[in-house]
């Protein structure tokens, strides 16, 4: 069975960082895209970021361009999100999830809020 | 940048009720868009994908169709287990997801 485990979400301040973590397992976590996406509060999903197999592709939603990174460790079959310079706007719920077109299977996600 | 524009933002349907769902796309997006489904609580999960393809192991009653810029999504008989909120995503250029579809029950 397919798992994603998302860790590292909590209440940071503004202009603060955070990494947050994805363990997979289940699946051959080398052979796939891997993708983050967010919801914030009230709102609907926002893709942020996505990384290929051996991570020399990386693509970011505009509004996080300079400030976040994606990365991978394909020997811990791990993902990762570095978020730096962190805004109110980034408060939400953060999902790990396989594939990068088609997007699927998600974790259940990791909290961050974002507080002056 | 490739805006997608999903009505309604919410709707009450009874059970047996036929649902619909629209997205537009703000350009030609060809059939590069998936529809996904999220429940309280839970994970958002791949429904419909390049605009008509059921997923694996998704109730039949669940379809999708379109093309260029105007997609449908269609729930032929809602259950009390298809509350949830819907969202359109496009991924012609980068990904975009629709603002998503609030479900409820009469």
């Known amino acids: 069975e397919v798992q994603l485990v998302e860790s590292g979400g909590t209440l940071v301040q503004t202009g603060g960082s955070l990494r947050l973590s994805c363990a997979a397992s289940g699946f051959t976590f080398s052979k796939y895209w891997m993708t983050w996406v967010r919801r914030a509060p009230g709102k609907g999903l926002e893709w942020v970021a996505n990384i290929n197999q051996d991570g020399s592709e990386k693509y970011y939603v505009d509004s996080v361009k300079g400030r976040f990174t994606i990365s991978r460790d394909n020997a811990q079959r791990s993902l990762f999100l570095q978020m730096n310079s962190l805004r109110a706007d980034d408060t939400a719920l953060y999902f790990c999830a396989r594939g990068t077109n088609t997007i699927g299977p998600w974790g259940q996600g990791t909290f961050v809020a974002v507080s002056s | 940048d490739i805006q997608m524009t999903q009505s309604p933002s919410s709707l009450s349907a009874s059970v047996g009720d036929r649902v619909t769902i629209t997205c537009q796309a703000s350009?030609?997006?060809?059939?590069?868009l998936n529809w996904y489904q999220q429940k309280p609580g839970k994970a958002p999960k791949l429904l419909i994908y390049?605009?008509?393809n059921l997923e694996t192991g998704v109730p039949s009653r669940f379809s999708g169709s379109g093309s260029g810029t105007d997609f449908t999504f269609t729930i032929s008989s809602l259950q009390p287990e298809d509350i949830a909120t819907y969202y359109c995503q496009q991924y012609d250029n980068l990904f975009t997801f629709g603002g998503g579809t609030k479900v409820e029950i009469k």
């Open positions: 390049d605009a008509s």
């Open positions: 350009q030609d997006i060809s059939n590069y």
